[in-house]
């Protein structure tokens, strides 16, 4: 455990001492469900402005992974989380600490598009504001805004008060993006955001990852290493609920320095 | 492919061997037993309507629509109207929506969103049992307990600050479409909040937590997500709890007061359709008062009838496809 | 932000507030069982003895007697309703999930759904028409029969439900050891969804067994032994009816000490349905 953090020391930790938007931190961090274990202490830096990548083969944890980072595994009944998980310096698991707020500055896309059925399309976008009592004028350009970003508006801008649920699998996932973008939050975590999409879909969510990447920290989990090597600058390995090993992507791609990691991305398990 | 034909595609292929010849009739057999006892339930319905629609026939010769808008009933007359029947039915199962909606809403909700894990079972068997008791013994805790209570407690400050309303005025006797309508909210409310509670469980988690992921307390993401995702079927469910306060008999009669007037005044005895019946049925002499008491029943079964199928297909849409799921 | 800070407290009171008005109306709901209980056991228990048990009711204005016959024609008229429905209901159950995926099915169950919605009193108006009128006379028969026609349905969809549960493979299994699909649903099927389809049976009675309506209309009431069950029969609900509108201290005392007799038979009945399928969920229906 400690090689990855010696070895992936955040380049602007290291500069400025001061800690940058969106940068995260995870320290020793336990989860479990209904009495098993998931997630086996993990630790990790996670850069601000970047992509990170996680992969590992089903069952290792790495779903549970990103849903501790904005306390989402907790809303489960019999799931535990223990350890720390440090937005820019500040233990989100801290005593006193609203999830409500770290879901807010923490977004989240999921592995199906999940809309909300009942909302249009401008609703969906604006469900996040709406609670933050935005008013119209403000959320009608953080829509647009968001819809922009995640590469939707033009194919929806005619369309914006008619059901969300009229769109096609991959607008549905950009939408969803757009929704987790339109909060402006400094994080966004995917969880699988292209498993239940079609090839031109997965491409266009990808080259809207590496166009997000300047603006936000991305966490990006995938089962696809092909997805990972194209888009993330680093990745972590997880294994059994352990981080076997994390670093610049190019370098876990071609040089792996542990046997399990090599016999992953070789195909010789997983 | 459901069991059976899957099943039957199997056993086509054994038909040929030794006993095969038997074992088909005797599935042939089994089938048309068991379609035979569907099919009674479908004769069933069918025959209570026939029945029913011939035993009130001379009623509805001789009165016609004017039967639904007279307010007369006099046996020794025999004339005989059915409107303020239809009117204590109607208001005092709308006194019952009143209060017995936004009440199984919030048990509802709080039974699936809200309460802590190891209270969610206990709690939903005791809801469950509030619609074990039989309305009978709601009748005459109606009578002895609700009705003192209303009478002493809740209508005499209600006729003094709200006096000035048609609704809130008169004597507080107790007896009444309020208590009727009381009694009604606490025998639907398990009903209600039963369907809803099934509608709740089926929306999915990943809508929960798409709402929580983006900052929302927990009641934001039930009266924006949960809730409205819902909606068709806890509308099912109201209709469906609609339809029972309609045809509740016992607890009614034993509180209404069983005065065919029409008030204004939640606090004046009225009468429902379903009282009527059980109050003048075996006392009935003449052919054509016994005639007018099958008519309300008429009306009261198609009434429910409807109800019920509206609520049914509003339900069964939500337990059959969920709406808005994406097509895979 | 500073602005959406300030709103964020006012949303917790608001998600708390909501939380605690949950709470409390589940709370308010219950306020009535826990009052019927209280007072059905506070009131019935003074009144309940071995006599209430064992002796018919006495004439108006004399002390003691009982409720004997009333408990014995609840049972009467229940089993009688039981025998009728539960054949019925099994079989046309066992249709709609072995051989019901057709467009005969689906009307069949909504049918059964729909008609578990008509009121009773209308059933006892129809089996007063069907049975009443044909055989002259009020009846066990015809008040079981009534009773019947209100169990049908639920007994149907329950076991439906239950047969739904039994994995098809292990219809396969039977089927594959060469038995006929006939002898798998009722030895295999049936038997390993007994424990729900009893539950259902059980939830059924305990819903009917505390009817008055219907049986006002067909079964009426008797204050002696009933001869047969062409006979006019006493039963538990009726008899709370008719003892709680009297004006006469003593039968409304009796009103409650059966309406105890009569809660105990049902809770315990439906209390016991829940453990038989251990903690699965049975949806009540009524």
Partial sequence: ?270 | ?328 | MNAEARRLRWRRLASALALAGAAASTALALVPLISTVYFVLTRGLPALNLAFLTQLPRPVGETGGGVANAIVGSLVVVGLASLVSVPIGVGAGIYLSEFGRNRLGSLVRFVADVLTGVPSIVVGIFIYITVVLTMKRFSALAGGLALAVIMVPVVTRTTEEMLRLVPVTLREAGLALGAPYWRVVTGIVLRSARGGIITGIMLAIARVAGETAPLLLTSLSNNFWHRGITDQIATLPVIIFSYATTPYEDLNAKAWAASLVLLAMVLTMSLLARLFTGGRRVVWRR
Avoid at chain 1, 232 to 240: E, G, I, S, Y
């Fill in chain 1, 1 to 270: 455990m400690e090689t990855v953090t010696r070895s992936t020391p955040p380049p602007v930790l290291e500069r400025s001492e001061v800690f940058l938007i969106g940068s995260l931190r995870v320290e020793g961090l336990e989860a479990s469900y209904g009495g098993r274990q998931i997630l086996k202490g993990i630790t990790m830096d996670i850069p601000a402005g970047a992509v990170t990548a996680v992969i590992g083969p089903s069952g290792c944890g790495k779903s549970t992974f990103v849903r501790c980072l904005n306390r989402l595994h907790e809303v489960v009944p019999g799931a535990r989380v223990s350890g720390r998980v440090l937005l820019e310096g500040q233990d989100i698991y801290a005593p006193g600490v609203d999830p409500v707020v770290v879901r807010r500055r923490i977004g989240m896309v999921f592995q199906r598009p999940n809309p909300f059925p009942t909302m249009t399309i401008y609703q969906n976008v604006a469900a996040g504001l709406r609670v933050n009592g935005w008013d119209r004028r403000r959320t009608a350009e953080a829509v647009e805004r968001s819809l922009r970003m995640a590469a939707l508006w033009d194919e929806v801008k005619d369309r914006l008060h008619q059901p969300a649920t009229g769109l096609s699998g991959g607008q549905q996932q950009r939408l969803c993006i757009a929704r987790a973008l339109a909060v402006e939050p400094d994080v966004l975590l995917m969880d699988e955001p292209t498993s239940a999409l079609d090839p031109v879909s997965t491409l266009k969510i990808e080259e809207l990852l590496i166009e997000l990447r300047q603006r936000f920290t991305l966490v990006v989990v995938t089962h696809n290493m092909q997805q990972a090597a194209r888009v993330a600058d680093r990745t972590a390995f997880l294994l059994d609920g352990e981080l076997v090993e994390f670093g610049p992507t190019a370098e876990l791609f071609t040089m792996p320095r542990d046997r399990r990691t090599e016999d992953y991305i070789t195909g010789r398990f997983g």
């Fill in chain 2, 1 to 328: 492919m459901e069991a059976g034909d899957r099943l039957r595609t199997v056993r086509g292929g054994v038909r040929q061997t030794a006993g095969g010849r038997t074992a088909y009739l005797g599935d042939q057999f089994f089938l048309w037993l068991t379609r035979f006892l569907a099919l009674a339930i479908l004769a069933l319905l069918s025959l209570i309507f026939y029945e029913v629609i011939v035993a009130s026939k001379p009623s509805l010769q001789r009165f016609g629509f004017g039967f639904l808008t007279s307010t007369e009933w006099d046996p020794v007359a025999e004339r005989f109207g059915a409107l303020p029947f239809i009117f204590g039915t109607v208001a005092s199962s709308l006194i019952a929506l009143i209060l017995a909606v936004p009440l199984s809403l919030a048990v509802a909700t709080f039974l699936v969103e809200l309460a802590p894990w190891w209270l969610r079972g206990p709690a939903g068997v005791a809801v469950e049992l509030l619609a074990a008791i039989p309305s009978v013994v709601y009748g005459l805790w109606g009578i002895f307990v609700l009705v003192p209570f209303l009478r002493s407690t809740v209508e005499p400050p209600l006729i003094r600050s709200l006096g000035f309303l048609p609704l809130f005025r008169g004597p507080a006797i107790g007896v009444g479409l309020l208590a009727a309508g009381v009694i009604l909210a606490i025998m639907i409310t398990p009903i209600i909040t039963a369907v809803i509670r099934e509608v709740l469980l089926t929306v999915p988690r990943h809508q929960r937590e798409a709402m929580l992921a983006l900052g929302a307390t927990r009641w934001e993401t039930i009266r924006l997500v949960v809730l409205p995702y819902g909606r068709a079927g806890i509308l099912g469910g109201v209709i469906l709890g609609l339809g029972r306060a309609l045809g509740e008999t016992m607890a009614v009669t034993m509180v209404i007061g069983n005065r065919p007037e029409i008030a204004l005044s939640l606090f004046a005895p009225a009468y429902s359709m379903a009282s009527v019946i059980a109050n003048e049925f075996t006392e009935a002499t003449s052919a054509i008062h016994l005639s007018a008491l099958v008519e309300i029943a008429l009306i009261l079964f198609l009434v429910t009838i409807l109800i019920n199928i509206l609520a049914r297909l509003l339900i069964w849409r939500v337990s059959r496809a969920v709406p808005g799921a994406v097509r895979e």
